[in-house]
């Protein structure tokens, strides 16, 4: 079986690597947003399509499977790929890692559907805030430009950001004591985030609850109708070896 895997996650790259072991010819998809990427074993493609025209040419009559196994939050890319792959007529899986809606904490967290009402609810919870909801989002928050903002990222942020701030770049997993550390040595005292779900950034939720820091969430957005979704790597498998049987 030939599968485009649409990727830049870690259940992606698992996915690819358990795809190539049972002997699939796996394509891995990369945006090509962050630099130096955790590259998947197999066929590595980075960068656009050219709109879904172009991602319906580049999987028609080439791939028998499209998984999109991308970001929570790639919300563009999950809806080109629904409409490419009905255009070229080839079965399409989203892969999607549980949220922390069913976290323990999430009755205790301030749910938000977006970063701008992110930002609103964290002004009346803190003026201490750490941003850990992703660099493209960041200028969001530029008019904090009086606060001691705490923001974390992968790739540098591409405006200049206020003075009183600190940049912090780093990449998950992150260990419980350390976010603790983080949140005690900077005083924190509103966490921002968003619904990404997952273990490597979790224990920034435990560390916040444990001292008594309010958190905001963004929810993620819908995943469209009529897609098949599934929340593991053997649920791809599972899917996939029906299709080839």
Do not use: N
């Not at 260990?175 to 273990?199: F, I, M, P, Q």
């Amino acid at each position: 079986m030939r599968v485009l895997v649409l990727g830049g996650t870690g259940e992606a790259r698992d996915l690819a690597a358990r795809l190539v072991e049972r002997g699939d010819d796996v394509v891995s998809s990369l945006a090509g947003r962050v630099s130096a990427p955790a590259l998947p074993v197999g066929e590595v493609r980075t960068g656009g399509f050219g709109g879904v025209d172009g991602l319906a040419t580049y999987v028609d009559g080439s791939f028998d499977h499209v998984v999109d196994a991308t970001h929570p939050f790639a919300a563009r890319i999950t809806e080109h790929a629904v409409r490419a792959c009905a255009l070229a007529d080839v079965p399409l899986v989203r892969l999607q890692r549980p949220g922390w809606s069913r976290h323990p904490l999430a009755l205790s967290f301030t749910w938000v559907d977006d970063v701008a009402a992110a930002r609103v609810a964290a002004e009346g919870l803190g003026v201490r805030p750490f941003l850990t909801t992703g660099r493209q989002q960041l200028e969001t928050f530029a008019a904090w430009d009086d606060r001691r903002v705490l923001a974390r990222v992968v790739d540098p942020p591409d405006w200049a950001v206020p003075a009183s701030w600190e940049v912090l770049r780093a990449r998950g997993p992150y260990a419980y004591a350390d976010e603790h550390d983080l949140l005690e040595s900077r005083a924190v005292d509103v966490l921002l985030t968003k619904d990404s779900g997952g273990s490597l950034t979790e224990a920034k939720l435990r560390a916040a609850h444990d001292l008594d820091v309010p958190v905001v969430v963004v929810r993620r957005p819908p995943v469209p109708e009529g897609v098949p979704l599934v929340e593991s790597v053997d649920d791809v498998l599972g899917a996939l070896t029906a299709k080839r049987a």
